[in-house]
């Protein structure tokens, strides 16, 4: 009687994957796009308490009683929504990177 056996995977060489032109590509992609967006993420953010605690500029009124603080501090919500669904759609694009990394992989394993 024959055993199920399953095929032995043989190792993986991150050193080779990791020095690939296609990992470097992937690496370069999320770069050039994770290091502006968190630059410009951290800058808003800290924006707020800055200019609460250091000007008069938000406490301006927009309409009535609601001042530009207020309106600043709603912004960063919506802000935060907004690049987690840009980051989201931005991450396919990455997965697939990764998916042809595997594949090549997968290749040359055979």
Do not use: H
């Not at 001042?67 to 709603?74: R, S």
């Amino acid at each position: 009687m024959q055993q199920n056996a399953k095929p032995i995977k043989k190792e993986v060489d991150y050193t080779a994957v990791a020095s690939s032109a296609d990992f470097q590509k992937l690496l370069q992609a999320k770069k050039r796009f994770i290091i502006p967006m968190s630059l410009f993420f951290f800058c808003f953010y800290i924006a707020l308490p800055l200019m609460t605690s250091y000007s008069k500029i938000l406490n301006t009124p927009v309409l009535g009683a609601i001042t530009w603080a207020w309106v600043f501090a709603f912004a960063q919500f919506i802000m935060t929504w907004a690049l987690c669904m840009i980051y989201s759609k931005k991450a396919t694009a990455f997965d697939e990177m990764a998916d042809r990394i595997l594949v090549s992989l997968e290749k040359g394993r055979e």
